[in-house]
Structures are given as C-alpha cells and as structure tokens.
C-alpha cells in the first residue's frame, strides 16, 4: 500500500495564495508522475496539474495555467502545488496521486476560497 497524505489546505481569500503539499511512501516515489488533483462538491475528481518523475515535464489544466505551480523534491519524496491568485471556483479537497499509476486515495486537503 502507497500512503499519501497531503496537508496546506486552508480558508483563503479570493487573490490570497495556498502552498499544498503531498507526501508519499511505499513505492519508489522517484519513478512516478505525479499529480495534483482536485473535488469540488457535486463535481467529479479532475486533473490540476501533473509532473513527471523527474520533473521535465509538466502539464495544467487550463483554469489554473499561470496561476499554480506544481514542483517535486524526490529526495524528500513529496510533490507541493504552488496556489496562487485563488479565485472562488478553486474551491475543492485536493488530492495526489499517480499520473498513469494510482494508489489509494488520501484524505485529501481542503481549500476554500471566499469572495
């Protein structure tokens, strides 16, 4: 089992900014793409960013293109999501986990973003 725990979630204003951060252990964390993923109620789970294993390549999702940030220290085994100028509809518990390679799901952290 893959244990994945992510924490930084928090109330923010919208402009404010947020840095999530995601832990792994159980795999070799440094031969995973990694992602950041995100439920807002009612809504299905989706893709917010996503790095590869080495970190020479990454992708976002449009609505947050130019906004967050996604980066990985190996060594550390974690993968931290950069939030900034939030709006409201960033509103969802975040999660991460595997691009192509998914373990069980974390608890996931929650951001709020109020208007």
């Known amino acids: 089992q893959v244990q994945l725990v992510e924490s930084g979630g928090n109330l923010v204003q919208a402009g404010g900014s947020l840095r999530l951060s995601c832990a792994a252990s159980?795999?070799?964390?440094?031969?995973?793409?990694m992602a950041w993923y995100r439920q807002a109620p009612g809504k299905e789970r989706e893709v917010v960013a996503t790095i590869s294993s080495v970190g020479g390549t990454i992708n976002y999702a449009d609505s947050v293109k130019g906004r967050f940030i996604i980066f990985r220290d190996n060594a550390k085994q974690t993968v931290d999501l950069q939030m900034n100028s939030l709006k409201p509809e960033d509103t969802a518990v975040y999660y991460c986990?595997?691009?192509?390679?998914?373990?069980?799901w974390g608890q996931g952290t929650q951001v709020t973003v109020s208007s």
């Open positions: 986990n595997g691009v192509y390679r998914q373990f069980e």
């Open positions: 159980g795999y070799m964390f440094a031969n995973l793409g």
